[in-house]
């Protein structure tokens, strides 16, 4: 089955208002930037987005975010985004803070149909008790806070219990992909894509370089086809931007010579 989508415009085009979104990357790096944009073009708005961070201001997800259009966020951290934390503080945007280790399983239990597990991550703390504000009044009080979770001892030890990830949609990024939805993402790019692809019902891939079925070692694969929906070629120009989240560079050091 071929699943290839002449371009991201017409992949995202059936998103609607208040759907829910699974969106792979890690700060900037193996975002799905042009879904993103064209997510942004279409004026979808009210989403739900699940992923490790928001972006940064103008980048990622901090477009849609710094337009309006999202509505709640699941996530582990805000990151170097300042729009996002003022939204936050403001009662703009609901927001879930989950450990990052129990948000990548919960991702990936959604995309394997367990709907919930027990871990002992966030035992002790307000993670397991509730309590931590989601959402905020324009006066900065609280209004929302998360629910006390259910704990059970296993071999002694008490454990959470947390739900299976699913969305109405996912937003991914990979290095190569083939026309079967196969997909191959290049070192820490790998990072929440292939758990998020899982968690989709519908799974939108943008690949840098699409490649005929049968070209992909199965040994190199990733994530497999059955995952993925919709694959959308990029573009050279699309492939090659990538932004860098925070430039660090060394500073030169002078040595003395020796005669």
Same mark, same amino acid.
């Given at each position: 089955?071929?699943?290839?989508?002449?371009?991201?415009?017409?992949?995202?085009?059936?998103?609607?208002?208040?759907?829910?979104?699974?969106?792979?990357?890690?700060?900037?790096?193996?975002?799905?930037?042009?879904?993103?944009?064209?997510?942004?073009?279409?004026?979808?708005?009210?989403?739900?987005?699940?992923?490790?961070?928001?972006?940064?201001?103008?980048?990622?997800?901090?477009?849609?975010?710094?337009?309006?259009?999202?509505?709640?966020?699941?996530?582990?951290?805000?990151?170097? %985004?300042?729009?996002?934390?003022?939204?936050?503080?403001?009662?703009?945007?609901?927001?879930?803070?989950?450990?990052?280790?129990?948000?990548?399983?919960?991702?990936?239990?959604?995309?394997?149909?367990?709907?919930?597990?027990? =871990?002992?991550?966030?035992?002790?703390?307000?993670?397991?008790?509730?309590?931590?504000?989601?959402?905020?009044?324009?006066?900065?009080?609280?209004?929302?806070?998360?629910?006390?979770?259910?704990?059970?001892?296993?071999?002694?030890?008490?454990?959470?219990?947390?739900?299976?990830?699913?969305?109405?949609?996912?937003?991914?990024?990979?290095?190569?992909?083939?026309?079967?939805? %196969?997909?191959?993402?290049?070192?820490?790019?790998?990072?929440? %894509?292939?758990?998020?692809?899982?968690?989709?019902?519908?799974?939108?891939?943008?690949?840098?370089?699409?490649?005929?079925?049968?070209?992909?070692?199965?040994?190199?694969?990733?994530?497999?086809?059955?995952?993925?929906?919709?694959?959308?070629?990029?573009?050279?120009?699309?492939?090659?931007?990538?932004?860098?989240?925070?430039?660090?560079?060394?500073?030169?050091? =002078?040595?003395? =010579?020796?005669?």
């Amino acid at each position: 089955m071929d699943k290839t989508i002449i371009n991201a415009d017409l992949a995202v085009a059936d998103i609607g208002d208040g759907a829910t979104l699974a969106v792979g990357g890690f700060g900037l790096c193996g975002i799905p930037s042009a879904l993103i944009s064209a997510l942004h073009r279409c004026g979808t708005t009210r989403l739900g987005v699940v992923s490790n961070n928001c972006g940064t201001d103008g980048h990622g997800l901090g477009v849609l975010l710094a337009a309006g259009r999202i509505a709640r966020i699941t996530g582990s951290y805000v990151g170097e %985004n300042k729009e996002f934390a003022r939204q936050y503080l403001t009662g703009e945007v609901e927001v879930e803070l989950v450990p990052q280790g129990t948000l990548a399983e919960r991702l990936r239990a959604g995309g394997c149909g367990i709907p919930a597990f027990y =871990t002992p991550a966030g035992v002790g703390t307000q993670v397991a008790e509730g309590g931590i504000p989601w959402r905020h009044d324009a006066s900065g009080g609280v209004v929302v806070t998360s629910p006390r979770k259910e704990v059970r001892a296993f071999d002694g030890r008490d454990h959470i219990l947390e739900h299976g990830i699913t969305t109405d949609y996912a937003l991914v990024r990979a290095a190569r992909g083939d026309r079967h939805g %196969n997909l191959v993402f290049d070192r820490s790019a790998r990072n929440f %894509n292939p758990l998020a692809a899982m968690a989709g019902r519908i799974t939108i891939a943008e690949v840098e370089e699409l490649v005929e079925p049968g070209e992909l070692d199965p040994d190199e694969i990733h994530l497999p086809g059955v995952f993925v929906q919709r694959v959308v070629p990029l573009t050279s120009r699309q492939a090659a931007d990538k932004q860098i989240e925070r430039r660090t560079v060394s500073v030169p050091t =002078t040595r003395g =010579t020796v005669d």
